[in-house]
Nanobody, 117 residues
């Protein structure tokens, strides 16, 4: 089984920056992709950015040019560099791993990001 641990959330003023980390452990050889999702209060969880084992990345239009996803394969860790943060970025950010076996998707516990205006 794969376990995910996120870190790096917090409170920041609008225009500021934060970097989130997600470290995977356990059966990391089964991971096919990793990414970040977020869920604001009262809203559905939405994709922020993802990266595949081949290095392909994808990000939501709302964060393009401000957020960057990267990975360190040696550490089984992905990062989300968030710049020029806006109050609407306030949410719980979840790390997700796609794996090639049941349950096929693993979620981290989430980390709160709060952007004050």
């Amino acid at each position: 089984q794969v376990q995910l641990v996120e870190s790096g959330g917090g409170l920041v003023q609008a225009g500021g920056s934060l970097r989130l980390s997600c470290a995977a452990s356990g059966s990391t050889f089964s991971i096919t992709s990793m990414g970040w999702f977020r869920q604001a209060s009262g809203k559905q969880r939405e994709l922020v950015a993802t990266t595949s084992n081949s290095g392909n990345t994808n990000s939501a239009d709302s964060v393009k040019g401000r957020f960057t996803i990267s990975r360190d394969n040696a550490k089984n860790t992905i990062y989300l560099e968030m710049n020029n943060l806006r109050p609407e970025d306030t949410a719980v950010y979840y790390c997700r791993a796609g794996v090639n076996r049941i349950p096929y998707v693993i979620w981290g516990q989430g980390t709160q990001v709060t952007v004050s205006s």
